[in-house]
C-alpha cells in the first residue's frame, strides 16, 4: 500500500476526549475515528489489525474444534421472551418494532439466537456434542462508553457457544477455552490473567474473567502474590475475623451528629469492628413470564469496618439491578436516615445481614431515632435477615486460601467464559434424547472475546512516547518502507521485491520530508522500518530499523528481501516462544 493513496491521514495532535496513550495513537496514527459515543470506523489500518487478530482467534477455534457461523445481529424478540432476558435486561438492549409490528431487538449476545439454532439441529445423543463460533457485530447502548474502543455501544465479538449431553462435556470444552484463550492473548503479545467473575445477566454458575491489567481499567482485581488467588473484587472473597462474645443487654444511648461510623466511633471511643452499618439500596425486581417490574427497599447490613460490594448484595437479593435509596424510601418503612438499622424497621423489603456482621456480637446501630443509636446489638435477637457475604475484598485483606495479605490492581475486561448449564436449554426447548430414550436438556457454555478491546489494549500495551509499537503477530503491516531519494525507480524496485517475497509493505512515497515520514513511522508503529537513504545507497545499501528496540542494521539491496524475512521471522518466535498454555485446574 503506497501512503500517497491512504484513506486515512495521521494527526499531529490527538482530538479532544483522547483518554489514555493508546486511544490517542490509534487516532493521531489513522486507525479509527469516532462518528459519536461509543461509535467507531475502523479505518484501513485499524481494519487490516483487527483482521490479523481475528485471523489468530479462528486459528485457536478452529484448533479446539469448533465451527464457524454468522447469527443475525438483528433478532426476533420472541426468543429473548422465552429466556426472560427480554424483560430483565433494562436500556442496555435496544428494541425496536418491524413494519409489520414485531417486536424487535438488536442483539448484545447471541445465547437465544444459538440455542434457537441448535433445538432445531440437536434431536439425539449421537448429535452431541457440538461447538459453534461467530465473529459478528452487536450492540449494547452502554451509558457510559470511555477509552475508545475499551468500552462502546457497537462492537466486533468472537462468541462461541457449547452444547454437550453432560457436565463432563461441558467441563472438558471449557477447559479448553480456558486454555486457547491464553494462547490467543499471547500471539497478540498481551498479557493477561484469568480471575473468578460474577456470571451477571449470562446466567450460571462458573465464570472467568481474563483481564489485562492497566490503570485505565475498571475491574478492580483481588490477586494473592503467595498463592496465586485471583478473582474480580465483583465475587473476591477473604477471610474475615468474627468478634463472637456473650451476648448484653440492649440498651438505647444518645449519640447527637454521629451520622457516619467515624463520627460515631469517636463519640463512643470504640473502633469500627464494634458497629453495624446500615447501607440502603432499591432493587428492581422483574417477572420473566410478564416482563412486570417493581422495586423494593434491600437493607444491607454490614460491620463497621467493611463496605458492600453492590454486584454480592444484587446477588444476594437475588434483583435484576439495585440503585442506591432515596430518602423518602427509606423513612417509609420507618427507618431514619443516619441512624438506621433493621430494629423498628416496617413495611415490606428485603434484609441483607453479611456474615461478618451475624458472627459478631454487641455492635452498636441506628436506634432508627436521630441522635440515638443502641448499644449490643445481636443478630437473631434484635434483627433478622438472609446471612450472604456481601463484603467487598480490598488491597491488605486475609487471602481466602492462604491468609497472607491480598494485593487489588485494575483491569480491562479481555474475555469472558461462562458454564450457562441449562439455563437456555430448559427456557427454550432444547432438549435431546439420551440412549434410554429419556429427553433430556442440553449443557451449555458460552465464550466471548472482544475483538476491538483487544486491539485497544495492544495499543495500551504496545506504545513509547513517539507512538505506536506493535507486534508483529497483529501490525497491519510488517515493513513500512520510505525512501528519501528523488529516484523512484531504486525505491519502486525495493517495494516490488519485498511484495514478491510475499512480506506486507507500506511504502511512505509522498513528497514530505524525512522528519514528517519518520514521526509517521513511529506514531503507526509498524514493526520494521526500511529507509532508503542516498548515503546508505551509495554503498548499495539500505537500512533497517526494528520499532521496538531501535536496532539499526544495512543490508545490501539484493540481500533485502530475505534478510528482512530473516528479521521478521525473529520477531514472530519471541511471540511464539512466549505462548502462554495455561491448564484450568
Request: proline fraction near 3%; charged fraction near 30%.
Amino acid at each position: 500500500m503506497r501512503m500517497s493513496n491512504m484513506f486515512s491521514r495521521t494527526l499531529r495532535e490527538a482530538p479532544s476526549g483522547a483518554d489514555s496513550k493508546g486511544y490517542e495513537y490509534l487516532l493521531r496514527a489513522g486507525y479509527i475515528r469516532q462518528m459519536g459515543a461509543g461509535i467507531f470506523s475502523l479505518l484501513p489500518l485499524g481494519f487490516r489489525a483487527t483482521a490479523k487478530i481475528e485471523a489468530i482467534i479462528r486459528e485457536e477455534m478452529e484448533r479446539i474444534g469448533a465451527q464457524e457461523i454468522l447469527m443475525p445481529v438483528v433478532n426476533t424478540a420472541d426468543i429473548w421472551k422465552e429466556t426472560g432476558r427480554y424483560y430483565s435486561i433494562d436500556k442496555e438492549m435496544s428494541r425496536f418494532e418491524d413494519r409489520a409490528g414485531r417486536d424487535m431487538v438488536l442483539a448484545m449476545t447471541h445465547e437465544e439466537a444459538v440455542t434457537d439454532l441448535a433445538r432445531g439441529e440437536i434431536d439425539s445423543y449421537k448429535r452431541l456434542p457440538l461447538l459453534v463460533y461467530q465473529i459478528q457485530t452487536k450492540w449494547r447502548d452502554d451509558p457510559r462508553p470511555r477509552a475508545g474502543l475499551i468500552r462502546v455501544r457497537e462492537f466486533t465479538m468472537k462468541d462461541s457457544y457449547s452444547f454437550d449431553r453432560d457436565q463432563a462435556g461441558l467441563d472438558k470444552v471449557y477447559k479448553a477455552h480456558y486454555k486457547a484463550y491464553f494462547r490467543i492473548f499471547s500471539r497478540c503479545a498481551l498479557p493477561s490473567i484469568a480471575v473468578g467473575a460474577d456470571s451477571g445477566m449470562m446466567g450460571g454458575k462458573v465464570s472467568h474473567e481474563y483481564m489485562y491489567l492497566s490503570p485505565i481499567g475498571e475491574d478492580t482485581i483481588i490477586t494473592c502474590p503467595e498463592c496465586g488467588y485471583t478473582a474480580n473484587r465483583q465475587v473476591a472473597a477473604f477471610k474475615k475475623e468474627y468478634f463472637p462474645e456473650e451476648e448484653k443487654e440492649l440498651k438505647k444511648v444518645e449519640t447527637p451528629d454521629t451520622k457516619t461510623i467515624d463520627s460515631l466511633c469517636e463519640f463512643l471511643n470504640i473502633e469500627p469492628r464494634q458497629t453495624a452499618k446500615a447501607v440502603f439500596m432499591v432493587g428492581t425486581f422483574v417477572d420473566d413470564h410478564t416482563g412486570e417490574e417493581h422495586e423494593k427497599l434491600i437493607v444491607a447490613i454490614i460491620r463497621g469496618d467493611l463496605d458492600v460490594e453492590e454486584s454480592k448484595l444484587s446477588n444476594a437479593a437475588r434483583a435484576n439491578s439495585i440503585r442506591p435509596a432515596h430518602e423518602e424510601e427509606i423513612t417509609s418503612h420507618g427507618i431514619v436516615p443516619g441512624f438506621g438499622s433493621l430494629i423498628g424497621a416496617t413495611g415490606d423489603f428485603i434484609a441483607i445481614v453479611d456474615d461478618s456482621a451475624a458472627r459478631s456480637n454487641n455492635l452498636v446501630a441506628g436506634a432508627n431515632e436521630a441522635g440515638y443509636h443502641y448499644l449490643n446489638t445481636n443478630y437473631g435477637r434484635d434483627y433478622s435477615g438472609t446471612v450472604a457475604d456481601i463484603a467487598s475484598a480490598r488491597d491488605g485483606f486475609a487471602c481466602p486460601v492462604c491468609s497472607k495479605k491480598l494485593s487489588a490492581s485494575k483491569g480491562v475486561e479481555i474475555g469472558n467464559i461462562f458454564q450457562l448449564g441449562t439455563r437456555y436449554s430448559e427456557s427454550m426447548n432444547c432438549y435431546y434424547q439420551d440412549e434410554d430414550g429419556t429427553r433430556k436438556p442440553v449443557i451449555m457454555g458460552s465464550y466471548g472475546i472482544g475483538v476491538g478491546r483487544l486491539l485497544a489494549c495492544i495499543a495500551e500495551e504496545h506504545n513509547d512516547e513517539a507512538g505506536l509499537a506493535l507486534p508483529v503477530s497483529v501490525a497491519p503491516y510488517q515493513v513500512h518502507l520510505i525512501s528519501l531519494v528523488k529516484d523512484t525507480a531504486v525505491a519502486e524496485s525495493v517495494y516490488e521485491s519485498l511484495q514478491n517475497a510475499g512480506i506486507d509493505v507500506l511504502y511512505d512515497d509522498r513528497k514530505e520530508s524525512a522528519g514528517v515520514k519518520f514521526a509517521d513511522a513511529d506514531l503507526i508503529g509498524i514493526p520494521v522500518r526500511i529507509t532508503i537513504g542516498n548515503r546508505s545507497l551509495k554503498e548499495g545499501k539500505v537500512e533497517v530499523k526494528i520499532r521496538t528496540t531501535g536496532e539499526t542494521t544495512s543490508f545490501l539491496v539484493e540481500d533485502l528481501a530475505d534478510e528482512v524475512k530473516a528479521e521478521l521471522a525473529k520477531l514472530q518466535k519471541e511471540i511464539d516462544d512466549n505462548i502462554v498454555e495455561k491448564e484450568l485446574n
